[in-house]
């Protein structure tokens, strides 16, 4: 699976962004998908994680009720919706495909991965 993510940019505090990670390959429901952000001198931490039907998410607590992630199995393609966004967010944002039939937050067990797209918020 080739990963490709998209629609990082510049916005303002408390602004919105929609990122998209689309997939090559036939198999695209066959993992579960996740996105991950690194900042610099930071260690990759989970962000938001999809089942494979889409059935079942979770989320970081630090963007719990501010994020969406989805999915669209029919264009190969996982979205992050990110609102109310903050400076902290500002990350190199990557999405990840894991075969397995739950959902993870650890970046380890992850197979494949994105080139990342990065998202920065100014105050």
């Known amino acids: 699976v080739q990963l490709q993510a998209s629609g990082g940019g510049l916005v303002q505090a408390g602004g919105s962004l929609r990122l998209s990670c689309a997939a090559s390959g036939r198999t695209f429901s066959s993992y579960a998908m996740g996105w991950f952000r690194q900042a610099p001198g930071k260690e990759r931490e989970f962000v938001a994680g999809?089942?494979?039907?889409?059935?079942?998410?979770k989320y970081a607590d630090s963007v719990k009720g501010r994020s969406t992630i989805s999915r669209d199995n029919g264009k190969n393609t996982v979205y992050l919706q990110m609102n109310t966004l903050k400076p902290e967010d500002t990350a190199v944002y990557y999405c990840?495909?894991?075969?397995?039939?739950?959902?993870?937050?650890?970046?380890?067990?992850?197979?494949?991965w994105g080139q990342g797209t990065l998202v920065t918020v100014s105050s």
């Open positions: 990840a495909a894991d075969s397995s039939i739950v959902v993870r937050d650890v970046w380890y067990v992850y197979d494949y």
């Open positions: 999809i089942s494979r039907g889409g059935i079942t998410t």
